[in-house]
């Protein structure tokens, strides 16, 4: 058997960090452990750390992978002669990555508006259940679907909650997909409160003297927090038809498309 080409993708909350290589193939399918091996030659620094593999199935979501049997998977769904792996830092480590522009201070009660740069705590996966929304449970019917996603493997559009998976009600092979493509979290009023923040420091950063006219985003909402206006910059998905981010949800919401920024408001 021919060796098969892998492109690595290691995410981070700063950057996308690509490497490729190849392993040896010499059964049906490529070896997972010789992958993960290889994985750790070529990025020494998560050596040690806890980190998930996964590949995007033909509807865009992430499926994770941590077994043979899960890596025979991904490796059927190539589509090309490369193998695209993403590589993802636990929670602790892609707090420990987050870009730290804003010093933390205490506090000081004599004047509120300094205590506007103290950032907002992260929003992570300990804290709040994933919500796929637009996903109904094709058994039970919850709408939106909560917790893992069970999709099937075989069937055009069958997913089902946790749930009803142990229930056995579909006979097809299925994979699990733990993150949404439209994460919602459980505390928007805190997020309107960081972008609020976030939309702040932008402004300072681009043009301290005019801060009193901010670019104002009108008619443009939040699909995360519902901020409207957006206020600031405004980042816009290029594949999904109609979906934007303010500053702050920018900064905690991981939306696994391309964003495009746009600082003037284009109406």
């Known amino acids: 058997m021919s060796d098969v080409k892998v492109k690595a993708v290691l995410q981070t909350a700063e950057k996308e960090e690509i490497r490729r290589f190849k392993i040896h193939n010499c059964a049906s399918f490529p070896s997972y452990k010789t992958l993960k091996e290889k994985i750790l030659n070529v990025y020494p620094e998560i050596n040690n750390k806890q980190y998930s593999l996964h590949w995007k199935d ?8 941590s077994c043979q ?20 830092l636990g929670d602790e480590q892609l707090k420990a990555a987050l870009p730290k ?9 004599s004047n509120p508006s300094k205590n506007l740069d103290k950032p907002t705590p992260q929003n992570t ?19 939106p679907l909560k917790g893992d996603r069970h999709k099937c493997n075989i069937c055009p559009d069958y997913d089902l909650c946790t749930k009803c998976i142990k229930k056995n009600v579909h006979n097809h092979p299925m994979h699990t997909i733990k993150q949404s493509k439209h994460p919602m979290p459980s505390s928007p009023d805190s997020l309107n409160a960081a972008g609020a923040v976030s939309a702040l420091m932008d402004l300072l950063a ?7 006219n901010p670019p104002v985003h009108r008619g443009i909402k ?8 957006i206020i600031g910059n405004r980042f816009k998905c290029l594949v999904c038809e109609d979906f934007d981010l303010c500053s702050g949800c920018e900064q905690k919401i991981y939306h696994g498309h391309t964003l495009l920024r746009i600082q003037t408001p284009l109406h």
Not at 58 to 65: C, H, I, S
Not at 70 to 75: C, H, L, Q, R, Y
């Open 125 to 143: 996966s300990s804290n709040r259940m994933v919500i796929h929304h637009g996903v109904t449970c094709d058994h039970c019917g919850m709408n």
């Open 206 to 212: 681009l043009d301290p003297l005019n801060i009193a």
């Open 222 to 229: 939040c699909d995360i927090c519902h901020i409207i206006p």
């Open 101 to 109: 522009n804003i010093p933390d201070k205490k506090a000081d009660n």
């Open 69 to 88: 049997e899960e890596f025979n998977e991904a490796f059927e769904s190539i589509t090309s002669d490369v193998l695209k792996v993403y590589i993802k």
């Open 58 to 65: 033909e509807d865009g979501d992430f499926v994770t992978f």
